[in-house]
Nanobody
Framework: QVQLVESGGGLVQPGGSLRLSCALSGFTFSSAVMSWYRQAPGKERELVAAITSAGGSPNYADSVKGRFTISRDNAKNTVYLQMNSLKSEDTAVYYC??????????WGQGTQVTVSS
């Protein structure tokens, strides 16, 4: 059974930082493309960042470039999202996704990030 468990969300003031983690089980993590998405109230889910199975070529949404960093630890089956200089518009539920060609994709349950003073 495939499971993705996100953690690290919470309430932070504007300008602050958070690090999200997503642990994957039941799936060959090292062969998966890992992504972070987010969904704000009343908006569609959007891609925030993605990283290849080897950890190279990360790509980011324009709105988070220079502030967010995606990384992965294949030994721990975990992907991270370091979020710095947070803004109120970053408030959303953040979801982790695992994808592999020929297998499909799986989602985590989401973790709430609230940026507010």
């Amino acid at each position: 059974q495939v499971q993705l468990v996100e953690s690290g969300g919470g309430l932070v003031q504007p300008g602050g930082s958070l690090r999200l983690s997503c642990a994957l089980s039941g799936f060959t993590f090292s062969s998966a493309v890992m992504s972070w998405y987010r969904q704000a109230p009343g908006k569609e889910r959007e891609l925030v960042a993605a990283i290849t199975s080897a950890g190279g070529s990360p790509n980011y949404a324009d709105s988070v470039k220079g502030r967010f960093t995606i990384s992965r630890d294949n030994a721990k089956n975990t992907v991270y999202l370091q979020m710095n200089s947070l803004k109120s518009e970053d408030t959303a539920v953040y979801y982790c996704r695992a994808y592999r060609t020929g297998v499909g994709y799986y989602w985590g349950q989401g973790t709430q990030v609230t940026v507010s003073s």
